[in-house]
């Protein structure tokens, strides 16, 4: 199990290009199931959600090789429908693998997911919609029975926008008979990828970034290569961390629009952004004044994926702000982290009260999920002294080489084997 070491209280200066979204690469990546044919998926950083997930697709049969960044899938031998408990629970997305398995397969055996405890993550609203499109559902002993020989396409309403539930069906909607509309459907950017995607394989899907999504079923998709959209968290985390520890920090790549909310509460922080072209930069030359409240919402609100790396600019602040999670149920976990380094917080059910301190000091603190342990990161970055990160396994699931994303910006972070 690695850790990081970090010295505090360098400025961060430097320009970092990010590299294809996690969250957009699973669901096409799941999504290459719904054809015999290659595909190739470019710009991919090297990320243990990925390699997971690719193992999980070998396992199903695919060959599948990654090389320089590129992606290549050959799902013509793939003749299995059951993703293994070991990696299911490693992987949350492996349960978006359901719609693409049943699109191709007809029946699919797939494990209660795992990934980051941030909450109980039921499965209710892809259950209920799968079953509204004509698949039988059988749950025994955490695993999931689907039987699709009766897909068709069917009107779907979720209950909440939930992003893998609008991907899944999308996914099981694009082989199967008829129309399927979805209603109440997630607006991330990362769905509008995945409906770009289906449609460069041939797929007819409609709608995405608005609530209602139109999929038309077709009898079979081609193979195409892919450059996914830039990763809007990676990006944004960088750009936070600019704004806590001081400096000007330029991400490349990243689309202005995916970042609006964060942009916007940045600013209100006292950090100037300036963005041109496909550059963003945030200048931060004082410390920042604390947001009086955020909430988390979902796309276009602030994304939950950037909670904790704003707490960590609140904790710094001047003044005291409020953070209201409204996605997660407890992704609060980073707080008694942050306390060990002198943050002060109190947190009551999904609100966390941030009242901003002149410095944090160094100490040994645990990642215990993705988000929360890059946040960990900045907040060593900035702290008075030594810290080190423990639970680096979590990090490495959505950053490709943190303590070098954070090294080229002028920070001293090592990761000590
Ligand atoms: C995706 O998770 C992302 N993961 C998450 O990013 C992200 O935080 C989340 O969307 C919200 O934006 C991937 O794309 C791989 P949801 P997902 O279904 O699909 C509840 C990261 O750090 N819900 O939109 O699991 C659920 O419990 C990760 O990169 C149900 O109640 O999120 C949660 O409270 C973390 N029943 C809320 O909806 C369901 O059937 C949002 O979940 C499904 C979800």
Same mark, same amino acid.
């Given at each position: 199990?690695?850790?990081?070491?970090?010295?505090?209280?360098?400025?961060?200066?430097?320009?970092?290009?990010?590299?294809?979204?996690?969250?957009?690469?699973?669901?096409?990546?799941?999504a290459t199931l719904l054809t015999e044919d290659k595909c190739?998926?470019?710009?991919?950083?090297?990320?243990?959600?990925?390699?997971?997930?690719?193992?999980?697709?070998?396992?199903?049969?695919?060959?599948?090789?990654?090389?320089?960044?590129?992606?290549?899938v050959d799902n013509a031998n793939v003749?299995?429908?059951?993703?293994?408990?070991?990696?299911?629970?490693?992987?949350?997305?492996?349960?978006?693998?359901?719609g693409p398995i049943l699109g191709r397969m007809h029946?699919?055996?797939?494990?209660?997911?795992?990934?980051?405890?941030?909450?109980?993550?039921?499965?209710?609203?892809?259950?209920?919609?799968?079953?509204?499109?004509?698949?039988?559902?059988?749950?025994?002993?955490?695993?999931?029975?689907?039987?699709g020989?009766?897909l068709?396409g069917?009107?779907?309403?979720?209950?909440?926008?939930?992003?893998?539930?609008?991907?899944?069906?999308m996914m099981a909607a694009a082989l199967a008979k008829g129309k399927?509309?979805?209603?109440?459907?997630?607006?991330?950017?990362?769905?509008?990828?995945?409906?770009?995607f289906i449609n460069a394989m041939g797929g007819k899907v409609?709608?995405?970034?608005?609530?209602?999504?139109?999929v038309e079923g077709v009898q079979k998709l081609h193979g195409c290569?892919?450059?996914?959209?830039?990763?809007?968290?990676?990006?944004?985390?960088?750009?936070?961390?600019?704004?806590?520890?001081?400096?000007?920090?330029?991400?490349?790549?990243?689309?202005?629009?995916?970042?609006?909310?964060?942009?916007?509460?940045?600013?209100?922080?006292?950090?100037?952004?300036?963005?041109?072209?496909?550059?963003?930069?945030?200048?931060?030359?004082?410390?920042?004044?604390?947001?009086?409240?955020?909430?988390? *919402?979902?796309?276009?609100?602030?994304?939950?994926?950037? *909670?904790?790396?704003?707490?960590?600019?609140?904790?710094?602040?001047?003044?005291?702000?409020?953070?209201?999670?409204?996605?997660?149920?407890?992704?609060?976990?980073?707080?008694?982290?942050?306390?060990?380094?002198?943050?002060?917080?109190?947190?009551?059910?999904?609100?966390?009260?941030?009242?901003?301190?002149?410095?944090?000091?160094?100490?040994?603190?645990?990642?215990?999920?993705?988000?929360?342990?890059?946040?960990?990161?900045?907040?060593?970055?900035?702290?008075?002294?030594?810290?080190?990160?423990?639970?680096?396994?979590?990090?490495?699931?959505?950053?490709?080489?943190?303590?070098?994303?954070?090294?080229?910006?002028?920070?001293?972070?090592?990761?000590?084997?």
């Amino acid at each position: 199990m690695s850790r990081l070491l970090i010295k505090g209280g360098n400025e961060l200066n430097g320009e970092v290009t990010v590299k294809a979204a996690k969250n957009a690469v699973l669901p096409i990546l799941a999504a290459t199931l719904l054809t015999e044919d290659k595909c190739e998926i470019e710009n991919v950083p090297h990320i243990t959600d990925i390699s997971n997930m690719l193992k999980i697709l070998e396992t199903l049969g695919s060959k599948v090789r990654f090389e320089d960044n590129v992606i290549t899938v050959d799902n013509a031998n793939v003749n299995k429908h059951n993703v293994p408990n070991d990696l299911a629970k490693e992987l949350r997305s492996s349960f978006f693998l359901l719609g693409p398995i049943l699109g191709r397969m007809h029946r699919a055996v797939v494990a209660y997911p795992g990934g980051c405890d941030i909450g109980v993550r039921p499965l209710d609203i892809h259950i209920k919609g799968l079953r509204e499109m004509g698949i039988g559902v059988e749950e025994s002993h955490g695993m999931m029975y689907c039987d699709g020989s009766r897909l068709k396409g069917a009107n779907v309403l979720l209950d909440f926008p939930s992003v893998g539930a609008t991907e899944n069906l999308m996914m099981a909607a694009a082989l199967a008979k008829g129309k399927t509309r979805i209603a109440n459907a997630a607006k991330e950017p990362e769905i509008t990828d995945l409906q770009n995607f289906i449609n460069a394989m041939g797929g007819k899907v409609n709608g995405a970034g608005s609530s209602i999504i139109e999929v038309e079923g077709v009898q079979k998709l081609h193979g195409c290569t892919y450059r996914p959209i830039p990763d809007r968290i990676v990006a944004g985390t960088l750009l936070i961390a600019g704004g806590v520890c001081g400096g000007k920090v330029t991400v490349k790549g990243a689309v202005r629009e995916h970042l609006e909310p964060l942009l916007f509460n940045l600013n209100k922080c006292t950090c100037f952004i300036d963005s041109r072209g496909d550059k963003i930069s945030v200048i931060s030359q004082a410390r920042p004044r604390n947001l009086d409240k955020f909430e988390t *919402q979902p796309y276009p609100g602030f994304p939950t994926d950037l *909670q904790s790396q704003m707490m960590v600019m609140m904790a710094v602040s001047e003044g005291t702000g409020v953070i209201v999670e409204n996605i997660f149920e407890t992704r609060f976990r980073i707080v008694r982290e942050l306390i060990k380094m002198g943050a002060k917080i109190t947190v009551k059910d999904r609100t966390a009260v941030i009242r901003g301190v002149k410095a944090l000091e160094g100490a040994a603190v645990s990642a215990m999920d993705l988000r929360g342990g890059a946040a960990l990161v900045i907040a060593g970055a900035k702290a008075e002294g030594y810290t080190t990160v423990d639970g680096v396994e979590h990090i490495d699931r959505g950053y490709e080489s943190i303590e070098t994303l954070f090294t080229l910006l002028g920070a001293e972070v090592k990761r000590l084997r």
